[in-house]
């Protein structure tokens, strides 16, 4: 087992091999993710949704994400372990922004922290990288401006927004990320990106061009009944399997076929 580090993930992309990743809100989920080899794993902010119920990822709290993030911290061995920073933990002022991606690493036990927007946040990811703290920038539909966006629209379909979105990528870059999240926005769009950038870029909904690709564990574990995004693919129907488990259990204690032998003293 070789840990995987900032500089495995900035190798890879010199040797063109693809980073996989994931997300884990949880100390079980994460040691199976990390036990698969998933070169990455995020605590994101989508636990908001996935965990707590949220509509969207603006209620998570910083103390939400340290919580989970120290939880999955202690499930991982191999992966590289990423923090999101949540809403409005970054934003306000530089000192906040230093802060709280200080807790994720001193407190949550990660190893880099993932914020959103391009320019606007540039000379925070500046200051942060100078201070010994890993960047994932994150671009294209980024969740904590779905009020901005009006929904969880594909992003930077006209000529304007492309042409910003590759500008700031190139900011981000500059200003120390070691890698960007792509989300929802057009593959054409995202191959030209990742091809202009050093550092790699981890696509979600942003087609096979990507440098990497994230998913939400539990979206692509077929978790999730009602909200199925187009760019899912799911490799298994956890949400069948435990109902259908839950329903034998529920039938063997009832006709007193659960414990048996087996399971008695
Ligand atoms: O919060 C999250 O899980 C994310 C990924 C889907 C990129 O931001």
């Not at 603006?58 to 999955?72: L, N, Q, R």
């Not at 909200?227 to 899912?232: G, H, I, N, S, W």
């Not at 329903?247 to 003293?265: A, C, I, L, M, T």
Request: glycine letters at 10%.
């Amino acid at each position: 087992m070789k840990k995987v580090t900032i500089k495995t993930i900035q190798r890879m992309k010199q040797s063109e091999e693809k980073i996989s990743a994931l997300t884990a809100y949880d100390f079980l989920t994460a040691k199976i993710l990390d036990r698969a080899g998933v070169d990455l794993i995020l605590v994101g902010d989508s636990v908001g949704m996935v965990f707590y119920g949220y509509e969207n990822t603006i209620p998570v709290t910083m103390d939400e994400m340290v919580y989970h993030t120290k939880a999955v911290s202690r499930g991982v061995e191999r992966a590289f372990l990423v923090g999101d920073l949540p809403f409005m933990s970054y934003q306000i002022s530089e000192i906040d922004a230093m802060k709280n991606a200080g807790r994720l690493l001193k407190e949550g036990g990660a190893e880099a922290v993932k914020l959103e927007g391009g320019e606007i946040v540039a000379d925070t990811v500046w200051q942060m990288t100078q201070s010994g703290i890993p960047v994932m920038g994150h671009l294209g539909l980024t969740p904590q401006s779905v009020h901005q966006f009006g929904g969880f629209k594909t992003q930077a379909k006209s000529k304007q927004a492309a042409d910003i979105l590759e500008e700031d990528a190139l900011i981000l870059q500059d200003a120390g990320c070691f890698a960007i999240v792509l989300e929802k926005i057009p593959a054409t769009l995202a191959k030209k990106v990742s091809e202009s950038l050093e550092i790699p870029t981890i696509g979600i909904g942003a087609g096979v061009g990507c440098d990497g690709q994230i998913l939400v564990t539990n979206d692509m574990l077929g978790m999730v009944d009602d909200l199925k995004p187009k760019f899912v693919r799911e490799y298994a129907n956890l949400s069948k399997d435990i109902e259908k488990a839950v329903k034998s259990y529920g039938n063997d204690v009832k006709n007193g076929k659960f414990p048996s032998e087996k399971q008695s003293f």
